[in-house]
């Protein structure tokens, strides 16, 4: 309702103008309805340290990425600043890091191509963890 009316008009109270208008009718909050919330899924807890992984990039941050690795048990930060955010790349790091580590149980990552990439599923199966990805927009569910 507001966009509509400052495609029209506009003064310096408008938005507070038509929110005191709307509160105060009758017929507006008669026929209100609040959209449903939806509800949350949380992850289940992770019994052990390192069994689940969560995976994503951050950045760019004055043109620089960073892969970033999560343990949900422990919540223990892994960033590394990337050259590049290929699977090629992204292989090679997480290599390093289960070298660390040791391979986790499920990593999950977004539906990125370095994530979804036939060269990352070749490297899931040959590491014999269990890939998860989640849709971007499932953000509140994202431990990254």
Request: aromatic share 10%; proline share 5%.
């Amino acid at each position: 309702m507001k966009a509509l009316a400052r495609s029209c008009v506009w003064w310096p109270t408008l938005d507070e103008d038509i929110e005191r208008e709307v509160k105060n009718c009758d017929q507006c909050q008669l026929h209100h309805t609040t959209p449903a919330a939806a509800p949350l899924h949380p992850w289940e807890r992770s019994g052990h340290p390192w069994t689940r992984l969560h995976i994503d990039y951050a950045g760019p941050f004055k043109v620089e990425m960073f892969l970033v690795v999560v343990d949900a048990y422990s919540k223990w930060l892994e960033v590394h600043q990337m050259t590049s955010t290929t699977s090629t790349e992204t292989i090679e790091k997480l290599r390093e890091i289960f070298a660390t580590h040791g391979l986790p149980a499920t990593v999950v990552g977004d539906n990125g191509t370095n994530f979804t990439s036939s060269e990352f599923e070749e490297f899931m199966n040959t590491s014999m963890f269990h890939h998860t990805t989640q849709h971007n927009m499932c953000k509140q569910r994202r431990a990254v």
